[in-house]
Structures are given as C-alpha cells and as structure tokens.
C-alpha cells in the first residue's frame, strides 16, 4: 500500500473543502474563493469536476494558480468523462509538473444531453492505475458514496481503487450519521487515510432538490422535520449546521478528518460549517 501524502498523518485532524472553479477566465475570482474557504479552517483544498459537465476553468489549472497565490496543500480531480486514454495521460503529467499536491481520479457527472457526449475510454479504477504510473509522486485520491444504492458493488469498487494504489479516500457528503456508520463498520478496516464528507443545508428547498437529484444522498427524517419546522433562514442555516456537526461528532473518532462539500459549489457555504468543525 503506498504511503498517504504527510499533510494527511500528520498534526491535527484534517479539515478539507472544495472550491469550484469558475465557470470564466477570472483567476481573481477563484484565488478570493479559497482564501475564505483557507481562513475559515480549510487545510487542503480540493478543486472538483465541473458539475452537470458543463465547461468551466480546468481544474489542474484552477489548482496551480490557487496553489502558487496562497500555498498548498491544493488536490484537483481529474474525470474520465472528458477525456480519452492520451489525454488523460498529459492530464496526470500536467497535475505533476504545475507542483500541485494530489489529484482525485473521479468518473465524472455525466454529459448534459445537449452539450455533448462523454469519453470514459478509462474508468476510475484504470485512471488511479495510470496516475499510479505515470505521476508516481503525486497522491492519488479516490472517492466513495454513503448510501449507495448497490454498497457490495461499491465497495468491491474502491477496494479495485485501494488495491491499484490510491493513497486516501474522501466520501461522498452524508447528513445521517447512522447510513455512515455502517458504511464505516463494511470498510474497516481501511489501510489508508479516510476523510468524510459533509455538506450544510441551509433549508427545505435545498434539502428537497438535493434529495431529488442525488439518489444516494438520504437524511433523517428528524433533520427534514427541523428544516420544515425553522422559523427564518437563519433559524434554517442554524439548524442545518447543527446536523452536520452532529454526524462529524458521530465519527470523530474513526476519521482522519472531514471535507466540505459546499451546496451548488457555492464556497460561501463552506465557511460556517469549516468554522464549526
């Protein structure tokens, strides 16, 4: 098993976020971004796939600036959904060259029907097997989903992932503590470092597109009735924060930290919850 990236062991608890790139040339822009999201508590941060695979700043690119403006540790995912096996390869070459911290090997949302169609001439588990070999100093991360509708299937996945060299895993945002759990009881014991993912509903409607978009992503009714029940948004921001600090409590002690995925990619939704943690 190859060895986890030192800013991953080593000192505190690992806090981590995502910061979207921008959907235009404004490195300004993205820089203020992961400045906040850096201050509010944030040690690493990760620059993800273009949601909905929708173009916008590559994310090897948005990582470097980010990286040589502020400083590491700076991780971008490289999907197989845009790229064919050649591509792919200067992808991970590139990742290496411009000094960034790591990459995360991900699938890739799918193609929106009218812009296009997707690659995937490699899946996720050949391109950690690439990033492996052809970048062999650059971390690989790999992902994992609470609440999967097949867990067998996705676990057998990311132990392919673990076994082909990925060097930590990063898991989907949960707000049920107890859907994580169990996922953790089927991993362990995990040899490499595990972070979890955590999001901040800010209310209803946020919590009701999400359920209906992602199909994994389940709540307890308990935090649905909270939402329904806030009697401004604040009281609805409070409440949401309430319950994601309450699952990181749940398993504090079985991960090496946690990573914020904020709602919509919107980095100001980051700050409260990274504060809290």
Known sequence: MPDAP???TSGDPVLSAE??????????AVVAAARAVREAGARVLF???????????????????????????????VNCRDRNRVALEAALLTA????????????????????????YDVGSVGLVGMAVQQ?????????HTVGHTDPAGS??????????????????????????????????????PLLVGLTLIPSSEVLDYLCA?????????RLRAALAGSTSPADALQRGLDAA????????DRTRGFHVVPAFGRWQGAVPLLKAL
């Open 135 to 143: 970048a062999k100093d650059l971390p690989v991360f790999v992902g």
């Open 47 to 77: 620059f993800p796939d273009a949601p909905g695979g929708r173009a916008r700043v590559d994310a090897i690119a948005a990582a470097a600036a980010v990286r040589g403006e502020l400083g590491g540790p700076c991780v971008a995912h």
């Open 6 to 8: 030192s800013f991953l």
């Open 155 to 192: 676990e057998a996945r990311l132990r392919e992932k673990l076994e082909v060299g990925a060097h930590a895993v990063v898991t989907t945002p949960t707000l049920d503590a107890d859907d994580l759990l169990r996922t953790l009881d089927r991993l362990d014991p995990l040899p490499v």
């Open 19 to 28: 910061v979207l790139p921008p959907d235009r040339a404004d490195r300004a």
């Open 213 to 221: 978009e992602l199909p994994a992503f389940r709540v307890p009714d």
């Open 245 to 252: 600090v309450s699952v990181a409590e749940a398993v504090r």
């Open 96 to 119: 290496a060259f411009a000094g960034i911290d790591g990459i995360k090997a991900v699938t890739g949302d799918p193609v929106c029907r009218d812009i296009g169609q997707g690659v």
